[in-house]
């Protein structure tokens, strides 16, 4: 059975800072790509950042300089330093786990989501 566990969401002034885990299980870790999702009320689950299995990383422009990705193959754990939080990044973040096989097959999975809620 595959889960994903998000843990470290809180409620944080402006400026602030949180750091996001997210503990996966019932998968070989290290062949997939993890990312970081948020969705905030009435918008659509956007991307925040992703660390592919090589380290290649890529972040939202709106979290760029701010956010830090990175992951811990040994753990099974995907990290999500956020800095200078804004009102802005208040959502529920998810944390997922994204391959694609050789044969083209897709395995992609989701956890339940932690809030953040940074208040002005």
């Known amino acids: 059975q595959v889960q994903l566990v998000e843990s470290g969401g809180d409620l944080v002034q402006s400026g602030g800072s949180l750091r996001l885990s997210c503990v996966a299980s019932?998968?070989?870790?290290?062949?997939?790509?993890m990312a970081w999702y948020r969705q905030a009320p009435g918008k659509r689950r956007e991307l925040v950042a992703v660390?592919?299995?090589?380290?290649?990383?890529n972040y939202a422009d709106s979290v760029k300089g701010r956010f830090t990705i990175s992951r811990d193959n040994t753990e099974k754990t995907v990290y999500l330093q956020m800095n200078s939080l804004k009102p802005d990044d208040t959502a529920v973040y998810y944390c997922?786990?994204?391959?694609?096989?050789?044969?083209?097959?897709?395995?992609?999975?989701w956890g339940q989501g932690t809030q953040v809620t940074v208040s002005s």
């Open positions: 997922n786990a994204d391959l694609t096989s050789r044969v083209g097959a897709r395995y992609i999975y």
């Open positions: 019932g998968i070989t870790f290290n062949f997939y790509s």
């Open positions: 660390i592919t299995t090589t380290y290649s990383i």
